[in-house]
C-alpha cells in the first residue's frame, strides 16, 4: 500500500488542515494555561491561609497548655496602645493636610489673572481666580 495511490489530497487542504489543528492546539494552549496559573493563585492563597491558621492554632494551644508565658491583657494593651498612637498621627497627617489645602485656596482667591475684554476697548482688566467662572459662564 502506498500513500500515493491511497487518496489525492491538495496541498493547500494539507496547509489547511494542519493550520486549523495548530489553532486548536494554540488555543488549548492558552486555555491550559489560563487554568494552571489560576489554580496556581488558588493553590498559594490556600497555602497562606492555612499557614496563618495554623500559626494561631499553634499560639492557642502553647497558650492553653502553659508551655509559654503569655500575658494576653498585655498583649491586647500593648495593640490598642499601637492603634490609638496610629490614630493619633493620621489624625495629626490629617490636620495638616487641611492646613495646606486652606493656605492653597486662600493663595488662589488672591490670584488676578489679567484679561483683554473687548468691552473695555482692549484693556486689561484683573479678575480674580474666584471669579473666572463666572466671567467665563457670562461670555
Known amino acids: 500500500m502506498s500513500i500515493n495511490s491511497e487518496t ?16 486548536k492546539i494554540n488555543n488549548l494552549h492558552i486555555r491550559s494555561t489560563t487554568d494552571f496559573m489560576q489554580l496556581n493563585n488558588h493553590l498559594k492563597d490556600y497555602h497562606t491561609k492555612t499557614k496563618l491558621i495554623s500559626e494561631n492554632a499553634f499560639r492557642i494551644f502553647e497558650t492553653i497548655s502553659g508551655g509559654k508565658d503569655m500575658d494576653l491583657s498585655a498583649e491586647l494593651k500593648s495593640i490598642l496602645n499601637k492603634l490609638e498612637s496610629y490614630r493619633t ?23 488676578n489673572i489679567t484679561l483683554k475684554k473687548p468691552e473695555t476697548g482692549f484693556h486689561n482688566t484683573q479678575i480674580p481666580l474666584s471669579k473666572l467662572h463666572a466671567y467665563l459662564k457670562l461670555q
Open 8 to 23: 489525492n489530497i491538495s496541498k493547500g487542504e494539507l496547509v489547511a488542515t494542519l493550520s486549523e489543528i495548530d489553532g
Open 89 to 111: 498621627s493620621i489624625n495629626n497627617e490629617n490636620l495638616k493636610k487641611i492646613k495646606v489645602l486652606k493656605d492653597i485656596s486662600l493663595a488662589s482667591n488672591q490670584l
